[in-house]
């Protein structure tokens, strides 16, 4: 419960620089009077400033401030909420807002607004338009609960249930959900950028495995092919040098004898061919000469022919044998050319083996050369571990995304289901209507002491029906200002009955402005005195009015306002 003790305020409105105080508990009943303009409203202004930043009245925040002065404005409130003691103190030129506990000054670190959010939030715990429903009735600028729209008179019934808080989870939950969602979408978008990842590792690796792969195999096919071309060419080697010993050892000896042969056979060939020249020259000397031209002997006829006839016959034997030796010689040559073909193909093959050898030494290089690369490939298994540990490194983080994801998911569910609890159609609904009975059935109450006597009642949307005996169902619109004001004054103190049930917004004061000047009849004003009355003994209330002589007497305190050189002040009677 909420003990509000003293107000105190200057510079405010029409009051002076000094404070006027009043004090707001120690009377049950004060009735407060005055001219007009003397300031007897003054309070409830003052009162909603401290309290709220904002006047009762729909009065412009330049305009509190005392317009002869023009500064030092300031109001202060003391009130109690269990054993804590508070002060609100706000001013105007300068600005000031301060709010203590037991006498310590909550940190202002923070702006305006939030301060003043600390204050109805935590402290207070009611807004300015529920304050007004159920401490004030006034006949300025108060909007009754009747007039309130829909929104509003939701606003001020869950502050009375104080089902407030089911709002302000829905608006942290909606925070939340907002944020939920952006971390879903963020999730999702991870997943996909994890997708599109793991898939090109996947191929990559593939990739990277296939053409290890194929090269490998392309390496290990040539060494194969390549070795098997050594075996052939060593096979050859071996054929060809077989081949080659044996013609080089059928060959070598037959060759030096043929070449011995054909020189045996050409010296003889010189030595018949010098020695048929002599022979011929000794022929033509016998043909050509009678005497010897050495001893001039004449060389007879016998003799000459003789010669003649041996020379011829020695001839025909030279020239058989030139012929024979000439064509053994041939025949020699032959076989010698014949060897000589035989030796160049010795050498051809020994060639041959040259070359293969080469090729197999090559070959050789080849195949080291393929093998260190297939042992490279093999190192850059390294790099292909290294690729699928990245790639199971992706997949881990696909399942944590998507476990993640699930999760958010199950989250938003879950938030889903305490949305709909904690919408205007769920939880609070339920409460209010546990309670809409009770609140209809303390406004036909009142209605019935302040000799109304209709049945009201409010829905679940806080539309009201009013019936009447034999009359058919009304609105609040249809009925005059005095039945209006007597379905508003119920209305208070069944808020204040609701309140008090439910310690939400239970407070001590209650402040009627001009409530009896307005459209009360004697019966009106008897019957809302009765009330009053009723009420609790902590219940302090001030009544604003004009109508002095009637209600003189009827109350434990009186304090009036007058107006002086256009400053207020207050005069206090017992």
């Excluded at 939030?121 to 309130?148: A, C, D, E, R």
């Excluded at 296939?210 to 060593?234: A, C, H, P």
């Excluded at 009678?290 to 020379?311: G, M, V």
Aim: net charge negative; hydrophobic share 35%; proline share 1%.
């Amino acid at each position: 419960m909420i003990v509000f003790k003293k107000l105190r305020y200057k510079n405010f409105l029409s009051t002076g620089d000094k404070f006027t105080e009043i004090d707001l508990n120690s009377n049950s009943h004060t009735l407060i009077v005055g001219q007009n303009g003397s300031g007897k409203s003054t309070m409830l202004d003052a009162l909603s400033f401290a309290l709220f930043g904002k006047p009762h009245r729909n009065i412009n925040k330049i305009q509190l401030i005392n317009s002869v002065n023009n500064k030092g404005l300031q109001v202060e409130i003391e009130f109690e909420i269990g054993n804590k003691q508070y002060k609100v103190i706000r001013g105007y030129k300068p600005v000031k807002f301060e709010i203590y506990v037991d006498g310590t000054m909550i940190n202002q670190n923070s702006h305006n607004k939030e301060y003043q959010k600390v204050l109805e939030s935590n402290i207070l715990k009611f807004t300015h338009k529920t304050f007004h429903q159920v401490v004030v009735l006034g006949s300025s600028s108060f909007i009754p609960f009747m007039q309130l729209g829909a929104y509003h008179r939701r606003d001020v019934i869950e502050d009375l249930l104080d089902i407030g808080v089911f709002s302000k989870m829905n608006t942290i939950l909606k925070e939340k959900n907002a944020s939920l969602k952006e971390k879903i979408n963020q999730v999702l978008h991870a997943i996909e950028i994890n997708e599109t990842k793991t898939d090109a590792q996947k191929k990559y690796i593939r990739d990277i495995s296939k053409i290890n792969n194929d090269v490998k195999k392309q390496k290990e096919d040539l060494i194969s092919e390549t070795f098997k071309t050594n075996q052939q060419l060593v096979e050859t080697n071996a054929e060809n040098q077989s081949l080659a010993s044996a013609i080089s050892s059928e060959v070598t000896p037959l060759l030096q004898t043929r070449r011995d042969t054909i020189a045996s056979h050409t010296q003889s060939e010189t030595e018949t061919l010098t020695t048929i020249k002599t022979l011929v020259k000794e022929h033509k000397f016998y043909e050509k000469n009678e005497t010897c031209p050495t001893c001039s002997q004449d060389i007879s006829h016998e003799l000459k022919i003789r010669k003649l006839e041996d020379s011829k016959i020695k001839a025909n034997e030279l020239q058989s044998h030139l012929s024979q030796v000439r064509s053994q010689r041939e025949e020699s040559l032959k076989e010698l050319n014949e060897l000589e073909v035989k030796m160049q193909q010795v050498n051809d093959l020994q060639q041959q083996v040259n070359v293969n050898l080469s090729t197999i030494t090559a070959n050789n290089a080849l195949m080291e050369k393929a093998k260190a690369e297939i042992e490279s490939l093999s190192n850059n298994q390294s790099d292909l571990s290294m690729a699928n540990d990245d790639y199971d490194a992706l997949i881990s983080e696909y399942h944590e995304l998507v476990g993640g994801k699930n999760t958010l998911n199950d989250q938003a569910a879950y938030n889903s289901v305490i949305s709909e609890m904690l919408k205007d159609t769920g939880i609070k609904t339920k409460i209010i209507k546990q309670y809409l009975p009770v609140i209809n059935q303390l406004v036909n109450q009142y209605l019935q002491i302040l000799d109304f006597y209709v049945h009201f009642d409010l829905d679940e949307s806080f539309q009201e029906t009013i019936r009447s005996r034999h009359r058919d169902a009304f609105s609040y619109e249809s009925f005059s200002e005095g039945e209006k004001q007597r379905i508003d004054l119920s209305l208070l103190f069944t808020w204040r009955q609701v309140a008090k049930m439910k310690n939400s917004i239970s407070t001590n004061l209650l402040v009627l402005d001009e409530t009896f000047d307005s459209s009360l009849d004697e019966a009106g004003i008897e019957n809302l005195m009765k009330i009053i009355h009723t009420l609790d003994s902590g219940t302090n209330v001030f009544i604003i009015s004009h109508k002095t002589e009637e209600l003189e007497g009827k109350f434990e305190k009186k304090i009036e306002f007058v107006k002086e050189k256009n400053f207020s002040k207050m005069k206090v009677a017992a």
